[in-house]
């Protein structure tokens, strides 16, 4: 019990401290926004990463400034510059790592505010990147610098990365450091990823993706006699009908136990990205009369854990040879994309259990588990890094990412900032 009291004592001057910290956690939310990292094509990342290791220099950290050379997107005009700080502590103990994502979707048509200006209003920061994910690393650096500061001795390790291209793939960011080792044991034990998944939520992890080009191919002709050719516009139909009759209603019928959140990703989906078929895209002239010799479709499928991605392969090939073996004429080529496979931390994993343990304390309610319908950085962080002790956390309504005004609450990255200060003291051993 005098432990208890103890602890929430110290627990009580961090988190004094990040109050006072308040307007400093707007202005440096702002002033990250005000670097536009637009991805992509990946701009400013470099001035963008130098903000957060400048600041976190100043408070002790060790900092390394890491170009993904050679990745892919990276170039002189463009470099994929990332940046990993990390602060030891007095005694041995475990490693917590906040990793953000520094780069943001171009900003789009409809907005109210200037994207870049970060205009405080109604206890919000307005801006493209104020909750996916800017508003995130602000609370992480906050949190950090607050319990720096608080005199609590500490244990382990603390790093924060600021990281390049998580929209795009991660290829130059997470994924280039985790293959060089920066989210592995020993040197990390657990990862917090402050993307913007409401502040009283610990998201677990994601479902898998496959992406897939179909071409149907056909015979050109003359188009006043589609008879003496092979449409492959008509036989991508045969495709399109069979998925609609056969696939969608069987994946309709497939359940998660992941807890996906919105609830309708908790099935299996399957999107159509782009269908083309005759001729040459970008052309606006009139068209001469062909049969169309080549229809291409891009196909998104998300699928769950319970499913294997082998499978989600086979059923679509399935379809596509039963087209060939009955239809005459009909011939397809099957081009993969990409894939990730679905990940989910366990919700009893000490990370998880040390956010919603502080999410009680600071919030006074029961913290819910979700899993993301898409994917982000934690895929790179558990294949490549092997590393499963990690969760996206942070302030921000999901809802809002990518959208016209964006923005993110206070208030909300106030108690975040709390949260991860008050998680890492137990994660990292220093509250013992
Ligand atoms: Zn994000």
């Known amino acids: 019990m005098a432990d208890q009291v103890a602890t929430q004592d110290r627990l009580d001057q961090v988190f004094a401290r990040i109050d006072d910290q308040r307007d400093a956690l707007v202005a440096l939310t702002q002033d990250l926004i005000r670097i536009p990292t637009v991805n992509p094509p990946g701009d400013a990342y470099r001035p963008c990463a130098e903000l957060v290791g400048e600041r976190l220099r100043k408070q002790g950290f060790s900092v390394e400034y890491l170009r993904a050379e050679g990745a892919v997107g990276d170039s002189d005009r463009f470099p994929r510059t990332n940046v990993v700080a990390r602060i030891e502590g007095e005694r041995a103990g475990e490693t917590v790592h906040f990793n953000s994502h520094i780069d943001v979707v171009e900003a789009g048509q409809g907005w109210t505010f200037d994207p870049f200006a970060a205009t405080v209003a109604d206890g919000r920061v307005y801006g493209r990147g104020a909750c996916d994910m800017k508003g995130g690393l602000a609370a992480s650096i906050i949190a950090v610098e607050a319990l720096l500061q608080s005199g609590i001795p500490l244990a382990g390790a603390i790093e924060i990365s600021g990281t390049v291209d998580e929209e795009s793939g991660g290829y130059a960011g997470v994924a280039w450091l985790a293959e060089r080792g920066y989210f592995s044991r020993p040197r990390v034990d657990h990862v917090i990823i402050p993307e913007p998944l409401n502040v009283d939520r610990v998201c677990l992890g994601h479902r898998g993706v496959w992406w897939a080009e179909v071409e149907t ?6 188009g006043s006699m589609p008879f003496l050719g092979v449409s492959a516009i008509r036989n991508m139909g045969l495709f399109l009908t069979l998925v609609e009759q056969e696939l969608y209603p069987a ?17 299996s989906t399957l999107n159509f990205n782009s269908i083309h ?9 009139l068209p001469s009369p062909c049969v169309a010799d080549s229809c291409r479709l891009v196909l998104d499928r998300r699928f769950l854990i319970e499913e294997d991605l082998d499978e989600v392969r086979g059923e679509i090939r ?3 040879d039963r087209l060939r073996d009955e239809v005459p004429d009909f011939d397809y080529r099957l081009r993969e994309l990409f894939s990730v496979l679905p990940t ?7 990370v998880v259990r040390a956010l919603d343990q502080e999410i009680r304390r600071v919030l006074g309610k029961e913290p819910q588990h979700i899993a993301s319908p898409g994917t982000y950085d934690q895929k790179h962080i558990a294949r490549i890094g092997h590393l499963h002790d990690c969760v996206a ?10 959208q016209p005004d964006e923005w993110v609450g206070i208030d909300d990255m106030v108690a975040s900032a709390k949260i991860m200060a ?4 137990r994660l990292t051993g220093s509250l013992r």
């Open 217 to 222: 191919r056909g015979r050109i002709a003359h």
């Open 251 to 267: 994946l309709d019928k497939r359940k998660t136990s992941m807890p996906v959140e919105p609830e309708g990703a908790r099935s």
């Open 277 to 285: 078929g005759g001729l040459a895209e970008g052309f606006d002239g």
């Open 318 to 320: 399935a379809l596509l």
């Open 344 to 350: 989910m931390t366990d919700k009893e994993a000490p």
């Open 393 to 402: 956390y942070g302030p921000g309504v999901l809802d809002l990412a990518h």
């Open 422 to 425: 008050a998680a890492t003291l």
